[in-house]
C-alpha cells in the first residue's frame, strides 16, 4: 500500500463548481466574470474529453479574488517576456 504525501502547503483554491462552463461553445467565466481562454484539449478516453482553460494575466493581475483563485501566488504578476 503506497502512502498518500500530505498536502498540507497546497494553495486552496476556488472550486470548479464556481466557474460558468459552457460544454458546447468550450467556454468558461470564472467567479469574477471573466472570459478564460481554452488552453489544452485531451482525449482521455472514448469519447470524452478534457478541457483546460486559463485566465488572462491582465484580468488576473487586478482582480481582488486572485488569492483565492491561484494556485501560485504572484503568478499574474510576472510581466510576458517581449520580443
Request: glycine fraction near 4%.
Given at each position: ?13 476556488i ?69
Open positions: 500500500m503506497r502512502k498518500q504525501k500530505r498536502r498540507d502547503n497546497v494553495q486552496q483554491t472550486p470548479a463548481s464556481e466557474f460558468k462552463f459552457n460544454k458546447k461553445k468550450k467556454a468558461c467565466i470564472c467567479p469574477a466574470e471573466k472570459s478564460m481562454f481554452l488552453l489544452k484539449e485531451e482525449h482521455v478516453d472514448e469519447g470524452k474529453k478534457k478541457l483546460l482553460f486559463k485566465g488572462r494575466f491582465t484580468d488576473c493581475r487586478e482582480c481582488s479574488l486572485k488569492k483565492q483563485c491561484m494556485r501560485i501566488l504572484g503568478q499574474a504578476d510576472v510581466q510576458p517576456p517581449t520580443g
